[in-house]
Protein backbone atom coordinates (compact mmCIF):
# COMPACT_ATOMS: atom_id res chain seq x y z
CA UNK A 1 0.00 0.00 0.00
CA UNK A 2 1.53 3.85 -0.93
CA UNK A 3 1.96 6.17 1.20
CA UNK A 4 -1.07 8.89 2.06
CA UNK A 5 -1.05 11.43 -0.64
CA UNK A 6 -3.46 14.52 0.86
CA UNK A 7 -3.33 16.35 4.49
CA UNK A 8 -5.70 15.58 6.98
CA UNK A 9 -7.09 17.10 10.32
CA UNK A 10 -8.81 15.04 13.16
CA UNK A 11 -10.82 16.24 15.47
CA UNK A 12 -11.44 14.29 18.66
CA UNK A 13 -13.28 15.37 21.89
CA UNK A 14 -13.63 13.15 25.16
CA UNK A 15 -14.86 13.87 28.14
CA UNK A 16 -13.65 12.99 31.48
CA UNK A 17 -15.63 12.99 34.85
CA UNK A 18 -14.51 12.80 38.69
CA UNK A 19 -10.90 11.73 37.65
CA UNK A 20 -7.21 13.26 36.73
CA UNK A 21 -7.03 13.45 33.38
CA UNK A 22 -3.21 14.36 32.83
CA UNK A 23 -1.22 15.07 36.56
CA UNK A 24 2.19 17.55 36.46
CA UNK A 25 4.61 15.85 38.13
CA UNK A 26 5.89 19.10 39.33
CA UNK A 27 2.85 20.26 40.77
CA UNK A 28 1.31 17.61 43.02
CA UNK A 29 0.40 15.86 39.96
CA UNK A 30 -2.48 18.30 39.92
CA UNK A 31 -4.99 18.30 37.30
CA UNK A 32 -3.01 21.10 34.29
CA UNK A 33 -5.39 24.05 34.58
CA UNK A 34 -5.08 27.90 32.77
CA UNK A 35 -5.15 29.92 35.58
CA UNK A 36 -6.35 32.57 32.60
CA UNK A 37 -9.12 30.61 31.20
CA UNK A 38 -10.05 27.85 34.03
CA UNK A 39 -9.60 24.89 31.12
CA UNK A 40 -8.36 21.73 32.11
CA UNK A 41 -4.85 21.21 29.50
CA UNK A 42 -3.86 17.92 28.34
CA UNK A 43 -0.82 16.89 26.58
CA UNK A 44 -0.36 15.81 23.62
CA UNK A 45 2.03 12.66 25.16
CA UNK A 46 -0.84 11.73 27.37
CA UNK A 47 -2.82 11.16 24.31
CA UNK A 48 0.06 9.45 22.01
CA UNK A 49 0.43 7.32 25.32
CA UNK A 50 -2.99 6.15 25.31
CA UNK A 51 -2.63 5.22 21.49
CA UNK A 52 0.19 3.10 22.12
CA UNK A 53 -0.43 1.46 24.82
CA UNK A 54 -3.85 0.17 22.43
CA UNK A 55 -1.66 -0.32 20.07
CA UNK A 56 0.53 -2.87 21.94
CA UNK A 57 -2.05 -4.15 23.55
CA UNK A 58 -3.81 -5.01 20.24
CA UNK A 59 -1.00 -6.85 18.10
CA UNK A 60 1.80 -4.11 17.55
CA UNK A 61 3.97 -6.05 20.41
CA UNK A 62 7.36 -7.14 18.18
CA UNK A 63 6.78 -10.78 18.82
CA UNK A 64 6.87 -13.30 15.90
CA UNK A 65 3.81 -13.15 14.16
CA UNK A 66 2.92 -9.60 15.40
CA UNK A 67 1.33 -6.35 13.09
CA UNK A 68 4.25 -4.20 14.09
CA UNK A 69 5.93 -2.71 16.89
CA UNK A 70 5.92 0.38 19.35
CA UNK A 71 9.07 2.19 19.49
CA UNK A 72 8.38 4.15 22.20
CA UNK A 73 7.48 2.00 25.22
CA UNK A 74 9.30 0.00 28.28
CA UNK A 75 10.71 -3.43 27.76
CA UNK A 76 10.83 -6.29 30.67
CA UNK A 77 8.72 -4.00 32.53
CA UNK A 78 11.75 -1.11 32.76
CA UNK A 79 12.34 2.00 30.78
CA UNK A 80 14.77 2.52 27.81
CA UNK A 81 16.68 4.63 25.83
CA UNK A 82 15.91 5.33 22.52
CA UNK A 83 19.55 4.51 21.65
CA UNK A 84 18.86 0.85 23.23
CA UNK A 85 15.38 -0.07 21.56
CA UNK A 86 16.87 0.85 17.93
CA UNK A 87 20.06 -1.27 18.76
CA UNK A 88 17.38 -4.42 18.15
CA UNK A 89 16.48 -3.85 15.18
CA UNK A 90 19.69 -4.29 12.06
CA UNK A 91 17.94 -4.36 8.47
CA UNK A 92 15.70 -1.82 6.77
CA UNK A 93 13.40 -4.78 6.29
CA UNK A 94 12.97 -4.98 10.46
CA UNK A 95 12.91 -1.34 10.79
CA UNK A 96 9.84 -0.29 8.58
CA UNK A 97 7.82 -3.87 9.49
CA UNK A 98 8.56 -3.33 13.12
CA UNK A 99 8.26 0.59 14.15
CA UNK A 100 4.46 1.38 13.38
CA UNK A 101 5.51 3.80 16.15
CA UNK A 102 7.57 5.63 13.73
CA UNK A 103 5.56 5.74 10.86
CA UNK A 104 3.27 7.64 13.19
CA UNK A 105 4.93 10.13 15.13
CA UNK A 106 8.76 10.03 13.97
CA UNK A 107 11.44 8.04 15.25
CA UNK A 108 14.28 9.28 17.58
CA UNK A 109 17.67 8.74 17.27
CA UNK A 110 21.04 8.30 19.15
CA UNK A 111 23.03 12.30 19.55
CA UNK A 112 25.82 11.20 17.94
CA UNK A 113 24.22 9.87 14.71
CA UNK A 114 26.63 11.02 11.86
CA UNK A 115 25.08 13.12 8.78
CA UNK A 116 26.48 10.54 6.77
CA UNK A 117 24.86 7.26 8.35
CA UNK A 118 21.62 9.56 8.60
CA UNK A 119 21.70 10.60 4.95
CA UNK A 120 21.40 6.54 4.32
CA UNK A 121 18.91 5.87 6.48
CA UNK A 122 16.53 8.50 5.15
CA UNK A 123 17.55 7.33 1.49
CA UNK A 124 16.52 3.22 2.78
CA UNK A 125 13.11 4.39 3.84
CA UNK A 126 12.28 6.90 0.87
CA UNK A 127 12.91 3.38 -1.03
CA UNK A 128 10.93 1.28 1.03
CA UNK A 129 8.06 3.75 0.81
CA UNK A 130 8.40 3.86 -2.85
CA UNK A 131 8.90 0.23 -2.75
CA UNK A 132 11.81 0.07 -4.51
CA UNK A 133 13.74 -3.36 -3.72
CA UNK A 134 16.86 -2.02 -5.90
CA UNK A 135 17.22 1.10 -4.41
CA UNK A 136 19.64 -0.63 -1.82
CA UNK A 137 21.68 -4.05 -1.88
CA UNK A 138 18.94 -6.31 -0.29
CA UNK A 139 21.10 -7.93 2.69
CA UNK A 140 23.04 -3.97 3.37
CA UNK A 141 23.10 -4.31 6.76
CA UNK A 142 22.13 -0.51 8.53
CA UNK A 143 23.09 0.87 12.13
CA UNK A 144 19.72 1.34 13.02
CA UNK A 145 21.00 2.84 16.76
CA UNK A 146 22.45 5.47 15.28
CA UNK A 147 19.06 6.83 13.11
CA UNK A 148 18.44 10.77 13.22
CA UNK A 149 14.98 12.14 14.55
CA UNK A 150 12.21 11.68 11.39
CA UNK A 151 9.38 14.45 11.71
CA UNK A 152 6.12 11.97 12.17
CA UNK A 153 3.64 13.05 10.26
CA UNK A 154 1.10 12.74 12.52
CA UNK A 155 1.33 15.84 15.36
CA UNK A 156 -1.60 16.92 17.97
CA UNK A 157 -1.57 20.46 19.84
CA UNK A 158 -2.13 20.52 23.79
CA UNK A 159 -5.76 19.19 24.41
CA UNK A 160 -7.80 21.91 25.88
CA UNK A 161 -11.25 21.57 28.33
CA UNK A 162 -14.10 23.38 26.09
CA UNK A 163 -15.32 24.25 29.45
CA UNK A 164 -14.06 26.12 33.34
CA UNK A 165 -13.34 23.51 35.32
CA UNK A 166 -13.81 22.56 38.90
CA UNK A 167 -10.95 21.12 40.68
CA UNK A 168 -11.28 18.91 44.19
CA UNK A 169 -8.84 18.24 46.37
CA UNK A 170 -9.49 14.50 48.33
CA UNK A 171 -7.81 13.00 51.20
CA UNK A 172 -8.45 8.93 51.94
CA UNK A 173 -6.49 6.51 53.86
CA UNK A 174 -4.48 3.56 52.52
CA UNK A 175 -4.85 -0.10 53.03
CA UNK A 176 -1.46 -0.64 54.80
CA UNK A 177 -0.10 0.31 58.05
CA UNK A 178 2.90 2.77 57.60
CA UNK A 179 5.21 0.06 59.82
CA UNK A 180 4.62 -3.65 60.89
CA UNK A 181 2.36 -3.51 64.00
CA UNK A 182 1.30 -0.30 63.57
CA UNK A 183 -2.27 0.87 63.43
CA UNK A 184 -2.03 3.95 61.61
CA UNK A 185 -2.33 3.92 57.97
CA UNK A 186 -1.32 5.49 55.58
CA UNK A 187 -3.02 8.61 54.01
CA UNK A 188 -3.32 9.63 50.40
CA UNK A 189 -4.30 13.00 48.69
CA UNK A 190 -5.01 13.47 45.47
CA UNK A 191 -6.49 16.28 43.01
CA UNK A 192 -9.27 15.91 40.60
CA UNK A 193 -11.79 17.72 37.91
CA UNK A 194 -15.40 17.06 38.38
CA UNK A 195 -15.90 17.45 34.86
CA UNK A 196 -14.24 18.13 31.61
CA UNK A 197 -15.15 18.37 27.65
CA UNK A 198 -11.70 17.53 26.20
CA UNK A 199 -10.81 18.72 22.67
CA UNK A 200 -8.04 17.63 20.75
CA UNK A 201 -6.43 18.79 17.45
CA UNK A 202 -4.27 17.35 15.20
CA UNK A 203 -2.37 17.35 11.62
CA UNK A 204 -1.30 14.56 9.38
CA UNK A 205 1.06 15.76 7.53
CA UNK A 206 1.62 14.05 3.73
CA UNK A 207 4.97 15.29 3.45
CA UNK A 208 6.50 13.83 6.25
CA UNK A 209 4.49 11.02 5.58
CA UNK A 210 6.54 10.29 3.01
CA UNK A 211 9.62 9.96 4.87
CA UNK A 212 8.32 7.12 6.88
CA UNK A 213 6.37 5.36 4.75
CA UNK A 214 3.00 6.19 6.39
CA UNK A 215 0.00 4.59 4.69
CA UNK A 216 -3.84 4.40 5.43
CA UNK A 217 -3.41 1.11 7.51
CA UNK A 218 -1.43 2.81 9.46
CA UNK A 219 -3.85 5.70 9.97
CA UNK A 220 -6.79 3.22 10.46
CA UNK A 221 -5.03 1.67 13.05
CA UNK A 222 -3.96 5.25 14.83
CA UNK A 223 -8.18 6.33 14.37
CA UNK A 224 -9.28 3.27 16.29
CA UNK A 225 -6.32 3.75 19.01
CA UNK A 226 -7.47 6.76 19.77
CA UNK A 227 -11.75 6.49 20.10
CA UNK A 228 -10.74 2.76 21.91
CA UNK A 229 -7.81 3.28 23.80
CA UNK A 230 -9.67 6.35 25.51
CA UNK A 231 -12.52 4.28 26.66
CA UNK A 232 -10.09 1.83 27.95
CA UNK A 233 -8.49 4.09 30.06
CA UNK A 234 -9.61 2.11 33.06
CA UNK A 235 -7.28 2.99 36.36
CA UNK A 236 -8.35 4.22 39.07
CA UNK A 237 -6.90 7.81 37.99
CA UNK A 238 -8.08 7.61 34.54
CA UNK A 239 -12.12 5.79 34.85
CA UNK A 240 -14.42 8.64 34.18
CA UNK A 241 -12.95 8.92 30.15
CA UNK A 242 -15.37 8.39 27.10
CA UNK A 243 -14.87 9.27 23.93
CA UNK A 244 -17.37 11.42 22.13
CA UNK A 245 -16.64 13.00 19.13
CA UNK A 246 -14.06 11.85 16.46
CA UNK A 247 -14.57 13.78 13.01
CA UNK A 248 -11.51 13.22 10.39
CA UNK A 249 -10.92 15.80 7.02
CA UNK A 250 -9.31 14.33 4.04
CA UNK A 251 -8.65 17.13 1.60
CA UNK A 252 -7.22 17.85 -1.92
CA UNK A 253 -3.34 18.49 -2.08
CA UNK A 254 -2.04 21.50 -0.06
CA UNK A 255 -4.86 22.77 1.88
CA UNK A 256 -6.48 22.26 5.50
CA UNK A 257 -8.79 24.57 7.43
CA UNK A 258 -6.98 24.64 10.47
CA UNK A 259 -8.52 26.37 14.24
CA UNK A 260 -11.34 23.64 14.34
CA UNK A 261 -11.34 23.98 18.31
CA UNK A 262 -12.10 27.32 18.07
CA UNK A 263 -14.80 26.87 16.12
CA UNK A 264 -17.12 25.11 19.21
CA UNK A 265 -18.43 25.79 21.56
CA UNK A 266 -20.71 24.85 24.79
CA UNK A 267 -24.28 25.74 24.99
CA UNK A 268 -25.26 25.21 28.73
CA UNK A 269 -28.93 24.17 29.43
CA UNK A 270 -31.43 25.53 31.21
CA UNK A 271 -30.75 26.08 34.85
CA UNK A 272 -26.84 24.55 34.48
CA UNK A 273 -23.79 27.28 34.84
CA UNK A 274 -20.39 26.68 32.92
CA UNK A 275 -18.10 25.75 35.96
CA UNK A 276 -21.01 23.33 37.44
CA UNK A 277 -21.28 20.86 34.64
CA UNK A 278 -21.27 17.22 35.78
CA UNK A 279 -22.01 15.55 32.31
CA UNK A 280 -22.08 15.49 28.61
CA UNK A 281 -25.90 15.77 28.77
CA UNK A 282 -25.66 19.26 30.63
CA UNK A 283 -24.51 21.52 27.33
CA UNK A 284 -25.16 20.97 23.79
CA UNK A 285 -21.97 21.14 21.79
CA UNK A 286 -22.67 24.20 18.99
CA UNK A 287 -20.88 22.76 15.62
CA UNK A 288 -22.43 25.90 13.52
CA UNK A 289 -19.21 27.52 12.90
CA UNK A 290 -17.29 24.33 12.26
CA UNK A 291 -20.15 23.12 9.80
CA UNK A 292 -20.20 26.06 8.43
CA UNK A 293 -16.27 25.95 7.81
CA UNK A 294 -16.99 22.58 5.97
CA UNK A 295 -19.52 23.81 3.69
CA UNK A 296 -16.96 26.96 2.92
CA UNK A 297 -14.20 24.89 1.84
CA UNK A 298 -16.26 21.67 0.38
CA UNK A 299 -14.42 22.15 -3.08
CA UNK A 300 -10.95 21.49 -1.10
CA UNK A 301 -12.42 18.72 0.63
CA UNK A 302 -12.12 14.83 -0.18
CA UNK A 303 -13.72 13.23 2.73
CA UNK A 304 -15.47 13.52 5.91
CA UNK A 305 -15.26 10.97 8.03
CA UNK A 306 -17.39 10.56 11.69
CA UNK A 307 -17.68 8.72 14.69
CA UNK A 308 -19.85 9.97 17.57
CA UNK A 309 -20.92 8.58 20.63
CA UNK A 310 -24.95 8.51 21.25
CA UNK A 311 -25.42 10.44 24.01
CA UNK A 312 -23.30 13.99 22.93
CA UNK A 313 -25.61 16.24 21.72
CA UNK A 314 -25.02 18.71 18.75
CA UNK A 315 -26.59 21.67 17.14
CA UNK A 316 -26.33 20.74 13.83
CA UNK A 317 -24.83 17.22 12.54
CA UNK A 318 -21.33 16.98 10.79
CA UNK A 319 -21.86 15.74 7.37
CA UNK A 320 -19.56 12.86 7.08
CA UNK A 321 -19.23 9.26 6.32
CA UNK A 322 -19.47 6.85 9.53
CA UNK A 323 -15.47 6.01 10.44
Given at each position: ?321 TL
Amino acid sequence: MRTIQNRSEILFLYDTKRCNPNGDPLDANRPRIDEESGCCLVTDVRLKRTIRDYLLDHGFDGEPGSKGDIFVRSVGGRAVTGTERAKAYNSREEYLQKFIDVRLFGGVSAPKASPKVGKQVREVLLAEAALDPEAVEPDEPIDAHKLFHFTGPVQFGMGRSLNRVQETFIKGTGAFATKEESIQKTFREEYIITYGLIAFHGVINEQAARYVGTTQDDITHLIEAIWYGTQSLLTRSKKGHMPRLLVKIDYTAGFFIGDLIERLRLIPKAGKREDAYADIEDFTVDTSRLVAALAKYADRIERISVLQDDRIQLSQPIPGDTL
